[in-house]
């Protein structure tokens, strides 16, 4: 018998006695990047903004939100995702820059639906349609956008430009100023808008950037 066929048992056993790192514990899918596995920490009626443990991978509160800002759908991150090298690559070439680095955490995502989800940290099968490219300071910070795979509303969706533009238009304001203090604006931009293609090339440079970080896992999981 191959080791594969004694260690997946166990693997499943062990994910019934214990619950699953949400970065490193949850499989993406096989049909990523095309349709994939999201973990959302953060929904429209948060009141603080909730960030994964990366040692624990338990949810803990990054800081409050002390202003108006409220993510205005499903926010959270691609597992088994890793921003470094390749996404990096990919916005110094997109944006003509040579000091773009990666940002070092997996790839945020935003989850569209109709449906009122009131908790964050769960899991759900999304389908994305774009993304933007936001850079904050010199570090990649993509935010891929994407719908509810079946969705009665926003399933129909197959590309960013199809959506209402009052959405994107939402999305976009929430992250150039969410981060945002008075008399302290962040050093964030939005420098592009993209499709369902280029959002599918970021998620597959992640993906990779992901597994050649898995040499080092230690550090992996103590990165702030």
């Keep these: ?8 048992p166990i693997g499943k056993l062990m994910g019934l006695r214990y619950k699953s ?4 514990g949850i499989n993406i899918g096989p049909n990523a990047p095309k349709s994939l596995m999201a973990f959302i920490e953060m929904v429209p009626t948060d009141t603080v903004k909730y960030e994964v443990d990366k040692e624990s991978g338990y949810l803990r509160i990054d800081r409050p939100q002390k202003y108006s800002n409220v993510v205005p759908s499903l926010y959270g991150f691609i597992p088994q995702t890793y ?8 916005a110094n070439e997109k944006t003509g820059r040579k000091d773009i680095v990666g940002d070092k955490d997996p790839l945020d995502i935003c989850v569209l639906t109709e449906k ?5 940290d769960i899991i759900v099968q999304s389908k994305p349609i774009g993304g933007f490219r ?3 300071g010199n570090e990649a910070d ?20 199809e959506l209402p533009q009052i959405i994107v238009d939402r999305l976009k304001h929430y992250f150039l100023t969410y981060k945002d203090l008075p008399g302290n604006p962040s050093n964030v931009e939005i420098t592009a808008t993209y499709g369902a293609d280029e959002a599918m090339e970021v998620i597959k440079r992640s993906m990779k950037d992901y597994r050649n970080k898995l040499n080092d896992l230690g550090s992996l999981l103590q990165e702030e």
Aim: proline fraction near 2%; glycine fraction near 6%.
């Design 83 to 90: 921003c470094a090298d390749l996404v990096a690559e990919y």
């Design 116 to 120: 009122e989800i009131v908790h964050g």
């Design 134 to 136: 936001m850079i904050d």
């Design 21 to 24: 790192h949400p970065w490193h």
């Design 1 to 8: 018998m191959s080791t594969n066929r004694i260690m997946d």
């Design 142 to 161: 993509d935010k891929i956008i994407a719908v509810l795979e079946g969705d009665a509303v926003f399933g129909i969706y197959n590309d960013v430009s």
